[in-house]
């Protein structure tokens, strides 16, 4: 079985260097009817986000990493950092997105996990003075099938 897990809420005012804001990234069939929940293990195939720069200095890469907890200190991955950042084919220049981030990793939940089912997004910018706001991010997912 496959999927992804998406974010309900749009962080705003992320600045440059500003690991401060975290995205929640969870099953949200509103946000994205093909969205489906997180299993308890599974294999995290790669992250795609679409920012939206809203002032300052347009960002040419984007570093992230995901943790079980809010806080950030329960990690999942590493940081990924220097990830280029493309603009839109069909937006001005002041839209731009990122089209996949690899992860390649097999998790199990640990049991000190804030909220079943969910991950927390952390992200940031290359420019100190650069602010913008995470439109979409997906966190795609994928399960041995049994025969």
């Given at each position: 079985?496959q999927g992804f897990i998406v974010n309900d809420?749009?962080?705003?005012?992320?600045?440059?260097?500003?690991?401060?804001?975290?995205?929640?990234?969870?099953?949200?069939?509103?946000?994205?009817?093909?969205?489906?929940?997180?299993?308890?293990?599974?294999?995290?195939?790669?992250?795609?986000?679409?920012?939206?720069?809203?002032?300052?200095?347009?960002?040419?890469?984007?570093?992230?990493?995901?943790?079980?907890?809010?806080?950030?200190?329960?990690?999942?991955?590493?940081?990924?950092?220097?990830?280029?950042v493309v603009t839109g084919l069909t937006t001005?220049?002041?839209?731009?997105?990122?089209?996949?981030?690899?992860?390649?990793?097999?998790?199990?939940?640990?049991?000190?996990?804030?909220?079943?089912?969910?991950?927390?997004?952390?992200?940031?910018?290359?420019?100190?003075?650069?602010?913008?706001?995470?439109?979409?991010?997906?966190?795609?997912?994928?399960?041995?099938?049994?025969?």
């Amino acid at each position: 079985m496959q999927g992804f897990i998406v974010n309900d809420n749009s962080p705003t005012n992320i600045v440059g260097y500003d690991l401060a804001k975290k995205v929640l990234l969870h099953e949200d069939s509103a946000q994205d009817v093909y969205s489906r929940a997180l299993p308890n293990s599974c294999y995290l195939s790669h992250l795609d986000l679409q920012l939206i720069q809203t002032a300052g200095t347009l960002h040419e890469h984007v570093s992230c990493f995901l943790t079980w907890d809010e806080d950030g200190n329960d990690p999942i991955t590493s940081e990924s950092v220097g990830n280029p950042v493309v603009t839109g084919l069909t937006t001005s220049t002041s839209t731009f997105a990122l089209a996949a981030i690899a992860l390649d990793v097999w998790i199990t939940r640990p049991e000190g996990q804030t909220t079943a089912g969910k991950v927390y997004l952390h992200v940031r910018g290359d420019k100190a003075a650069g602010r913008y706001t995470v439109a979409k991010a997906r966190l795609h997912w994928a399960t041995r099938e049994t025969v």
